[in-house]
């Protein structure tokens, strides 16, 4: 789509970015200093919190950046329950005994000092998809009350073959937020459930067990509304496990996976009962979103937003080396220094009409719970909004042909993505794992839910066309990193080559020089499950 920008301003403004191209080596020191050891990891709520945070406004206060909060504060308060799940705990499901981190891997975000269910009928739902515009319905009015909701991860169509009434209604491979983990917990919890389980499947899931698994039993969430309640339990149970609880209750799993995918699919009592006895330990915590902004000269309450988060895992069970510090160097301190070497790059132009936002966010790693805290507390109106452009995961194996788009299709920021990577001589390659859900999995999905058209870049979206070796080195990067992911090798090195971070960290400025112009508006698809959202403020941006 073409925007109503006068030619030669913009082509002022173009040449003044191409001047302040991000610098690699600039990149490399930010990853090196926020994932090394006095910084902890990067926890919420622990000393790598404080020295984070610490680090980011003191570097934004340099560039001259001013405080993004509100009332001319640096931070904004995130109050978050952190849990963990206690030694001792004891689970069943029927005479089966569950071990935590084996069988299952569960966590909580109750303020409550104990998990106790005793009993607790379990019913197979499908997908627990409640969709009435794809005129789907797993429940079928079931009551969940008080019983434990099994769930199969992703979409119905995800392995729907023709024939199957799913097949191509929630975008075929493409996963939509009704097959994310946080949607079934989510619709649990508004129908009274006691635990939600998911049955883990790496392809559906898009990572493995391990991953499940690396949370350790510990949990965050955001202090929520009495009105806004979580299940006392939730979590994933083991591919295989699940297949024998099923046979053992005499049900088909494979079978009932093919059920899931009719539109008259009906909720199937398993038979068997579940019972859970966790000590749990609570803390209330408060933790920080960090905003810093340019003002705008002549639409200041409208704004663009750069983000990426703060945050990562901090310290876990050691390694086989011992090493217990999970530095999250590329997830997402890498992102993290993109977003300041934006910041950088646009204090050094001409200011611009809207106002430019640079949010690091606290407990991605957790649930996306910075960005839904500031999404549900904003402080510029998410209606004047233009768009939000998130750093998450960058590829660190040098120059490459294309860029991955994540979430294709979804809005007119496509077509401005696609512009900026033509000026470098790089091509779209649309995600290659779109079954995945990267495009509900990072911080920019926080206002993406409140209309706020968005793009991601993301590296994990598929192999990048590198310079260098092409799609097939581009895959031996992806495998590599993918080994590493949340784990306590994702950490700088100084073999990396960041040539093709800093190019697409460069898209991002690219893009931004043109939205941070007023009348600028992107917008959602036709086809996009957020048009109707975005369509309810359109008077505001008149």
Known sequence: MRYPLLAGVVAALLSTAAAAQTDPARLSDTVKTLASAPFGGRAPGTAGEKATVDWLVTTFKAMGLEPGGANGAWTQTVPMIHTRIGTGATMRAGTTTLTQGREIAVTTVRDAPMVAIADAPMVFVGYGVSAPEAKWDDFKGQDLKGKVAVFLVNDPDFEAQAGDDAKGRFGDRRMTYYGRWTYKFEEAARRGAAAALIVHDTGGAGYPWSTVNASNGENYDIVRAANDPRVPLQGWIDHDTADRLFKGAGLDLPRLRIAAR??????????????????????????????????????????????????????GPADASGATLRPGANDDALGVA??????????????????????????????????????????????????????????????????????????????????????????????????????????HFSVVRRGVPSLLLMALGGAPDLRAGGTAAGQRWLDGYMACYHKTCDRWSADWNLVGAAQDVDLFHDMGVQLSHAGVWPTWSATSEFTATRAATAAARR
Do not use: C
């Open 262 to 315: 009719q539109a008259s699919f009906r909720p199937v009592d398993m038979k068997i009962a579940f019972s859970a006895s966790a000590p749990v330990s609570v803390e209330r915590i408060e933790s920080a979103n960090v905003l810093a902004k340019i003002p705008g000269k002549t639409r200041p309450r409208e704004s663009v937003m750069f983000g990426a988060h703060w945050d990562a895992y901090g310290e």
């Open 338 to 443: 993109g977003i300041v070497e934006l910041a950088r790059q646009f204090k050094a132009m001409p200011a611009p009409d809207r106002s430019l936002v640079f949010a690091a966010w606290t407990g991605e790693e957790r649930g996306l719970l910075g960005s839904e805290y500031y999404a549900t507390h904003p402080v510029y109106p998410l209606a004047l909004t233009a768009a939000n452009l998130t750093l998450d995961i960058l590829q660190t194996a040098g120059p490459a042909r294309d860029v991955i788009l994540v979430g294709k299709g979804q809005s007119s920021l496509d077509d401005l993505l696609a512009r900026a990577a033509a000026t470098q001589g790089r091509t779209i390659t649309p995600e290659t794992f779109s079954e995945r859900g990267l495009f509900y999995r990072a911080d």
